[in-house]
């Protein structure tokens, strides 16, 4: 159950990622940015970011060891990025993200998260 939480959570994030990346891509190509090599650096590392988190997302539903990493650390990144915006006074913005970076952490963490991608292995055979 907790696998699947944080996978939710990694899906949800790396869906928003590739839509705001998708976004600034379109207001780019339709739009007069003052730097368009600047803004289709941001376009292009958001759908990069976003398809990750995806990537990372289907590997926790198919209980993959290697994606707990991945996704804890995207969690803390997300932690970060919601402070930022939270200090800079767009609290609509970055009281969720904070809110699913705590909740993708704790599931990540959590005993049962740990017992499904690592079973016994974690602590060896205790004959």
């Known amino acids: 159950m907790t696998l699947t ?14 839509l705001l990346g998708g976004y600034v891509g379109v207001e ?8 368009v090599l600047s ?13 990750g ?3 990372v997302a289907w590997g926790m539903l198919r209980t993959e060891r290697w994606t707990r990493s991945p996704g804890v650390l995207a969690q803390i990144f997300a ?5 930022t915006l939270i200090q ?17 952490v704790v599931a990540l963490l959590s005993p049962q998260t740990t017992h499904v991608l690592y079973g016994d292995q974690l602590y060896g055979d205790r004959d």
């Open 5 to 18: 939480v944080a996978a939710a959570v990694l899906g949800l994030e790396g869906v928003t990622s590739l």
């Open 28 to 35: 780019t190509v339709v739009g007069r940015p003052s730097d």
């Open 39 to 51: 803004s289709l650096f941001v376009a292009a590392f958001g759908i990069l970011v976003g398809a």
């Open 53 to 55: 988190l995806l990537w």
């Open 79 to 83: 932690a970060v990025v919601a402070i």
């Open 88 to 104: 800079s006074g767009r609290q609509a913005i970055g009281i969720p993200l904070i809110a699913a970076a705590v909740v993708g």
